[in-house]
């Protein structure tokens, strides 16, 4: 448990780091490493793997929205029914469920901002338990996942020094 | 122009210039490079310690601090020593905030040494002891340290070179750059062979935290050696602090008292908002400065296997950050491997005759790097070494 716990640690921030490399870093066999990553995907304590990408930068006007939704929680199943039935819908990215004035918090992407407008209304806000929702449009990313977007990287150390 | 340098003082100009200078020309002259040449954390300063730099400022703390340092600073130093190396020193007068160890150890050298009185210098080490010592007509007398004792000081070597001018014994562990560190039966070989000759030691422990085997033990906890010991280390390291130029030492009040002199009239203080840092730093760092030794823990074993691959013999480091591999099979002197290696495969890494001339057939190499630019560096030199070793 303790290495699985390390391989997911070096794995977080580095979804490319070979197995071969994070073996030589935890004094394992390369084997043995990816035997841990096969177990931890097929019983999907590692979902998957993405790729942070400034869109912008490549002049894709897309837009994202985070929608307040409240919603009339059910007998037996709480918010659960309705917050998978909303997962189901490609252009939703995130769904959480929240403490606060509202129950789920849902990412939306969209190519315009009718597209977004279209989706909650004809989609999201019929839902039989879907009381109101709250649109906020993103204006701009500052930082998403740990990088910073507009932050240039380069080493500003020294070259050489003693 | 005309020239100028009859008026330079002899002693100065007698120091040779750091060899570090002038491959740092060299390197800075080529595009592209991949530098395992730098001797400092790949880390920014955690973000939690530089926004308690700005609250400070925004507070108005922009005013001189007492010459030994913030008191809280140093309450909160003893606190940390007395943790770290099980020594107790008093923040009252026993602790000297400097900016950086450099002026630490430059304090303590022109506190105690008399011309023509000998430092006891073990090599390869930093690079500004022996300079240092020079500076107060003191006389460095290397102590050569080997990659077969993974470069621990050995005492017949320290009890050889002692003399009747023998005055003090510089500890630079863990080392920079060998990696070599001393464990408790290392030091404690010595403790005999230095009270015997009553000899004072600099113990420069700045790279303590970063001690992958076994806990740091410091001299200054055995029996006998506090009062002559004064422990050095700084926030440079351990917390990614290298440009904020804080440091500070501990020792006898006799001693720490005479350093203050030097030190109000030269500094009168180190920088209060790099004091407010500190401050932070030891409050509230400990936490990300563990997963940033962690993590340099990971890649010291990247760069030691790395090497192994490509066939170059390299003494397993044990703290700091630098490996030291041989080069000694290769046909080359340090200097001549390190600018062919940099002008055909672009790696920049640092002669071992740099830190002294007993680490010539070495280079050092610091692992404070991204891994992708370690597995690249360590293909390129793989390449460098089939083709002349071939030839």
């Known amino acids: 448990m303790e290495l699985e716990k390390k391989v997911l640690h070096l794995i977080e921030n580095d979804a490319r780091i070979s197995a071969k490399t994070i073996a030589v870093m935890l004094d394992e066999d390369e084997e043995k490493i990816t035997a841990i990553i096969d177990k931890l995907e097929n019983e999907k304590y590692i979902l998957g793997y993405n790729t942070i990408i400034n869109w912008e930068r490549m002049g894709n006007d897309g837009v994202t929205a985070l929608i307040d939704v409240k919603v009339t929680p059910e007998r037996e199943v709480g918010f659960s029914r309705v917050a998978e039935r909303i997962c189901r819908f490609p252009e939703v990215r995130c769904v959480y469920l929240m403490s606060g004035t509202y129950d789920l918090s849902v990412t939306v992407t969209g190519e315009t901002m009718q597209d977004v407008a279209r989706f909650v209304s004809h989609k999201l806000s019929t839902l039989d338990q879907v009381q109101s929702t709250t649109t906020h449009f993103v204006l701009k990313r500052y930082k998403q996942d740990n990088f910073v977007f507009e932050e240039p990287q380069e080493d500003k150390r020294l070259v050489v020094s003693p | ?391």
Not at chain 2, 252 to 267: F, G, L, R, S, V
């Open chain 2, 1 to 391: 122009m005309s020239s100028m340098s009859s008026y330079i003082s002899g002693v100065v100009q007698e120091i040779p210039p750091s060899g570090i200078r002038k491959f740092f020309d060299l390197v800075t002259q080529t595009e592209g490079v991949i530098s395992l040449g730098v001797g400092e954390p790949d880390f920014v300063t955690p973000w939690h310690i530089r926004e308690a730099c700005f609250y400070s400022l925004e507070k108005g703390y922009t005013m001189y601090t007492s010459n030994l340092g913030l008191p809280e600073l140093r309450e909160e130093i003893a606190a940390y020593e007395k943790r770290k190396i099980g020594v107790s020193y008093s923040p009252v007068e026993e602790i000297l905030v400097t900016v950086g160890v450099s002026e630490a150890v430059d304090l303590a050298l022109r506190a105690l040494i008399e011309p023509g009185d000998e430092v006891l210098v073990p090599e390869p080490s930093y690079v500004s002891y022996a300079p240092g010592t020079k500076l107060v007509y003191g006389k460095p007398v290397p102590l050569l340290t080997y990659d077969a004792d993974e470069y621990r000081l050995r005492p017949d070597i320290l009890e050889k070179a002692i003399t009747p001018r023998s005055k003090v014994l510089i500890l630079p562990f863990p080392n920079n750059p060998t990696g070599g560190i001393m464990k408790a039966e290392d030091l404690q070989a010595l403790v005999d062979i230095i009270i015997k000759n009553d000899l004072i030691v600099l113990s420069d422990e700045i790279y303590a935290e970063l001690t992958y085997e076994g806990e740091h033990v410091s001299i200054a906890s055995f029996p006998g050696m506090r009062d002559r010991t004064i422990v050095f280390n700084g926030f440079s390291k351990a917390f990614a602090m290298t440009g904020w130029r804080i440091g500070y030492a501990c020792g006898h009040p006799d001693i720490i008292n005479a350093m203050n002199k030097i030190h109000q009239y030269t500094i009168m203080c180190a920088p209060i908002m790099a004091q407010m840092a500190a401050i932070e730093a030891l409050r509230h760092g400990e936490g990300e400065m563990r997963k940033m030794v962690e993590n340099y823990n990971y890649r010291r074993k990247l760069m030691l296997n790395g090497f192994r691959q490509v066939g170059l013999s390299c003494f397993e480091p044990r703290g700091a950050f630098y490996c030291f591999p041989s080069i000694k099979n290769i046909g080359m002197n340090s200097e001549d491997f390190c600018e062919k290696l940099l002008k055909e495969e672009k790696v920049a890494v640092v002669p071992g005759n740099a830190f002294g001339n007993c680490g010539e057939g070495y280079i050092r190499c610091c692992y404070a790097a991204s891994v992708a630019n370690i597995e690249e560096a360590i293909e390129r030199m793989g390449h460098f070494l089939a083709r002349h070793r071939k030839g």
